[in-house]
Nanobody
Framework: QVQLVESGGGLVQAGGSLRLSCAAS????????MGWFRQAPGKEREFVAR????????IYADSVKGRFTISRENAKNMVYLQMNRLKPDDPAVYYC??????????????WGQGTQVTVSS
C-alpha cells in the first residue's frame, strides 16, 4: 500500500507562485515515477507533470511547460510541484499519484486526496 498526502495549495494572485508538496509512505518510493494531475470544476482530471524514479527525466503538459517544475527528494520521500506565473486557467484540485506510466491517468494506481489551488485575477 502507498499513502500520498499533498499540501501547499491555497489562494494566489495571477502571476504568483505556489509550491505543492506530496509526502509518500508505504513502499519503496524511490523505485517509482511520480506524477501530478489536476481537476478543475466540471472538467476531467488531466495530466500536469511526471518525474522519473531517479528524478532525471520529467514530462510536462504543454499548458504548464516553462512555468511548472516537478522535482523529488527520494531521501525524504517527497515530490514537489513548483508553480510559477500562475494563470486563471490553473485553478483546480491538484493530485499527486504513483504507480503509473507516462501521462495516462488510468495507469496510476495510488492517489493522494488532493490540494486546492485558487488563482485570483
Amino acid at each position: 500500500q502507498v499513502q500520498l498526502v499533498e499540501s501547499g495549495g491555497g489562494l494566489v494572485q495571477a502571476g504568483g507562485s505556489l509550491r505543492l508538496s506530496c509526502a509518500a509512505s508505504g513502499r519503496t518510493f524511490r523505485s517509482y515515477p511520480m506524477g501530478w494531475f489536476r481537476q478543475a470544476p466540471g472538467k476531467e482530471r488531466e495530466f500536469v507533470a511526471r518525474v522519473s524514479s531517479g528524478g532525471r527525466t520529467t514530462i510536462y503538459a504543454d499548458s504548464v511547460k516553462g512555468r511548472f517544475t516537478i522535482s523529488r527528494e527520494n531521501a525524504k520521500n517527497m515530490v514537489y510541484l513548483q508553480m510559477n506565473r500562475l494563470k486563471p486557467d490553473d485553478p483546480a484540485v491538484y493530485y499527486c499519484a504513483t504507480g503509473g506510466a507516462g501521462t495516462l491517468e488510468s495507469t496510476y494506481e495510488y492517489w493522494g486526496q488532493g490540494t486546492q489551488v485558487t488563482v485570483s485575477s
